[in-house]
């Protein structure tokens, strides 16, 4: 994987961040651990305040109990008669909280009442908590809606002096009064308090009382009104608030659902309040750290590292005076400059000897090309004075002549690449020189770059000038309006190939024997480069092919043609 080209000062600023992480972490975990203890601590808070709730709530029908009972043993209560109507209006006007007070026999019929409805006086209106008195004193009921509005019903047993059941008395609380205590009572802002009765009607809540009474409580939360438990749970509440409340079942006493909740964003606010400072903190931090890490880093890293930089730079553009002067100690850039200062050091020596061991090389390789060239000319005087007598063609000696200026001149390309390589190019121009015209070009050459080994070079500069002169005398090159095309390209499995085609020069014929010159090139290409050659006499020109190994490279080279077509250029007859 590629390394991100990252500056000093931004890996400084990531080497930071990364530091600043387990801070972060931190305060996470702070964070969280703050929030799990407050959620605790809200939800332990909210069942408190459903208990209390739940106790003045069982205080308040304690009360009314009390009176219902006081009314139950009153002389003349259950008698019909004017005496018991005037108690009862008595106690209408004394208790208006009390909407109906209703005395009634076994049946559920009324004796003597505060209303005179018979809606408010019918039997069945009692029926479920009469049902409710056969086995307990006192029992409270169900929401109901009497003449004077809705009302949590509740009822006494009424006993005679032996002990024995004689009736009920049945009473209704006024939903308006229990309303007027919930909202007397101190709220925390957002808080709610919701009663119940054990059908899940609600009969009393706070805040927004007239929206929510004698609405159902919604289903997913009846198994909390019918429970056997208190508990409390985290809910979105009818009016979109999100609480935390605590609810006792109306399986408890006073036999009514009450639930208190508190408003999480509420409860959380100072959490929520330590977090943002806690953050703006961790944040302003952070900037800091950069800040100082930018600053710092400018000064003991970064200049520094430049400093060398520097240094390397000029060393490299040629002052090879140039260095950090950072003298070795404990500090890791000093030693790091020093370092660098005696590597250049010892790079200067060795530049300085190789340069002295080039100039006695470039001295060995002028004096061998020197001796070389006066081999050959020596070689060419010896021919001339050991032929002078003999009966050998001009034409023979002329071609042995040309054959050395060959070599002699391959020689000098090879010596003055200095190396022991030569690119293909120019051993071809090398090999055509002496048959190029100077006013009208006869040759035309295409191919990529190819580098030769050296004794591949001469190999293939002898057969080059055998194909000159073989063109000179017999083919293209005999005629002014001949040319010779040259071509050559690396195949696929790193093999030259090269094509030599002549045109436009007299009709050409098969040869009936073969001459020396196409032995030769036959024999010193598969010598020297591992080649095959093929010759083609058709009568438009003649075209050599060459197919050399590998081995005449110098190394694994790039695959490619340029802008020659070897097998085109091979395949085309005119």
Known sequence: MKAPGLSLSQRLLLLTMVAWLPALAILGFNEFSLRKAREA???????RMSEQASLEVERILTGAAALMIAVANAPGVGENGANCRAYMDRLSALLPQISLLNITDMDGQSVCATSGQPEDLRPALSAPLRDALADQLFAVGEYTVVTAGPALLMGTQRTAADGSLQGFVIATIGLDYLGRVLKE???????????????????AREPEPERFVGMKVPEEYMARVTGTAPGTLQIMSQDGTERIIGYQPASQRPGLYVSTGIPVSEA??????????GLLLAGVGGILAMVLALVIGRRFIRRPVLRLLATIHAWRAGDQSARSGMLAGRAEFHQVGAAIDDLLDELGRRQAAQLEAEQHRDLLARELDHRIKNLLATVQAVARQSFRD???AEAALQAFYGRLAVMADAHKLLTAQENESADIEAVIRTAIGPFSGSEEPRFSLAGPTVQLHAKAALSLA????ELCTNASKYGALSSEAGRVDIGWALTERHKILMTWRESGGPPVTAPETRGFGSRMIERALAADLGATVTFDYAPGGLT??????????VDRQVVGAGPFEPVRAVSRRP
């Open 41 to 47: 601590e809200v939800h332990a808070q909210a069942l």
């Open 185 to 203: 009572r101190p709220f925390a802002q957002g808080s709610a308090m919701t009663i119940a009765d054990r059908n899940g009607t609600i009969i």
């Open 268 to 277: 959380m606010a100072p959490i929520n309040e330590a977090t943002l400072r």
């Open 390 to 392: 003999a009966h050998t």
């Open 462 to 465: 002898m057969a080059l000038h």
């Open 544 to 553: 050599c092919t060459i197919l050399a190994a590998e081995t005449a490279l």
